[in-house]
């Protein structure tokens, strides 16, 4: 809109009907809506709160570990997480003090546009910060997991290599972002006097770097998993732990046609919202990729998840143990039982006598052979006898049958 920096040479009555204006040319038979225009403002905020919910959670459980667990705090856990929270409060500023995601510009008016190409610039240059910090600290990161300490192999000079092209990067585009108008004001003012540097091709070109970055950081850890000598099963496991970085790839593709739509159209407020959406995943998972390889401590050494994980175990083998109880014969039960049974056990109370008559008849063979009261009874002998007992545990004495069942 280079035509607004002679907008103060107007009447003022001219001024403050361009600046109450539409921002952008309505399509034909469209009436702008300037109240309440359409927008995905709701998409938009499920989202970035997932986002924010996962990096803090898992950024949570990694200062735990490294504090309580590891105790190691290394000079990468003082990065990341703050860039993130600060892109995050410009998305939701641009929502509750601006017009929102997914508005199209000519349902904006001209006066407004400022506030929203300033919370644009802010939010893009956290966004530059925080994925220079994030792949910074997982190089870093990765040097101490996959080199052993003294030790200057291939992997530790590419990540290196990879650091500083990354840091060099980063601060450059974060530097020429900043510099593109002059004043530096004029970036979201368009009505100030000055100059500013065609954007297009600064965008896409740190869009498409920033892919090939993600790309080699995602695959320098694959070469030396698969080059362990462990199974295939532990090797596709610890794989898939680093390979978390794929969906930050494919964020950062996703990233890089919105921005290249957002630079084609000049339906700019409505293109740019697929751009931060996709911002927000690729940060996310860069969050994550950091993160999560050192999660298992959190629950391997602690002494409660264990104890948990013990009760679990246990109460899952007693039900099995049960079950398969249960499923035997109640012949073959009683033949599992050594020994003879002592014949007192048979004669308690007058349950017995109820049921089969008398304690004499219980103290009788199976020929009628007569035994003293206090023999015991083979397990041959017993197997004749067919009472109707509750079920039994394993190595339990045999219950009495006073009462019935």
């Known amino acids: 809109m280079a035509s607004l920096e002679l907008l103060h040479l107007l009447p003022p009555e001219q001024q403050e009907a361009i600046l109450n204006g539409p921002a952008l040319e309505p399509p034909q038979n469209v009436i702008p809506n300037f109240i309440d225009p359409p927008n995905g403002n709701g998409l938009f905020i499920a989202i970035l709160t997932v986002g924010l919910a ?38 939701y500023d641009l929502v509750i003090n601006g017009t929102g995601f997914f508005v199209h510009q000519w349902n904006i008016q001209i006066k407004a546009t400022p506030n929203i190409l300033y919370l644009v610039h802010i939010a893009s240059s956290f966004y530059a910060v925080a994925m220079g910090c994030l792949k910074v600290a997982i190089l870093l990161e990765w040097t101490r997991i996959f080199s052993p300490k003294g030790t200057r192999g291939w992997f530790w000079y590419s990540c290196w290599a990879l650091l500083i092209v990354n840091a ?106 697929a751009t931060a959406l996709w911002c927000v995943a690729e940060q996310t998972c860069a969050i994550l990729v950091f993160c999560v390889p050192i999660m298992p401590k959190a629950f391997k050494d602690n002494k409660y998840f264990r104890r948990l994980l013990t009760t679990a175990r246990s109460s899952k083998n007693t039900s099995k143990d049960i079950k398969d109880w249960g499923s035997a014969s109640r012949q073959d039960r009683y033949r599992q039982i050594d020994g003879g049974y002592p014949l007192d056990s048979l004669n308690q109370g007058q349950g017995a006598q109820g049921r089969y008559g008398s304690n004499e008849r219980l103290q009788g063979s199976a020929d009628g052979t007569a035994w003293p009261q206090n023999a015991t009874i083979p397990p041959t002998e017993f197997q004749n006898v067919q009472p109707k007992t509750p079920a039994l545990t394993r190595n339990a004495a045999i219950p009495s049958w006073e009462g019935g069942r």
Not at 67 to 88: H, W, Y
């Open 54 to 91: 996962l990096s803090t959670l898992s950024t949570a459980l990694r200062v735990y570990t490294k504090i309580f667990v590891t105790r190691s705090l290394q000079i990468e856990d003082n990065c990341p997480k703050g860039m993130f929270v600060g892109f995050a409060y410009c998305c």
């Open 168 to 273: 060099l990067f980063y601060t450059g585009g974060l530097i020429a972002g900043n510099l593109s108008c002059i004043p530096h004001q004029k970036i979201w003012n368009q009505t100030l006097k000055g100059h500013c540097i065609n954007r297009k091709a600064l965008d896409t070109a740190t869009a498409a770097i920033n892919i090939v970055s993600g790309l080699f950081i995602l695959a320098l850890p694959q070469k030396v998993i698969w080059s362990l000598k462990l199974s295939t099963a532990k090797k596709i496991g610890v794989s898939s732990v680093f390979a978390i970085g794929l969906f930050a790839v494919i964020s950062a593709i996703c990233r890089l046609a919105a921005t290249i739509d957002y630079l084609r159209s000049p339906d700019a407020t409505y293109y740019v919202s």
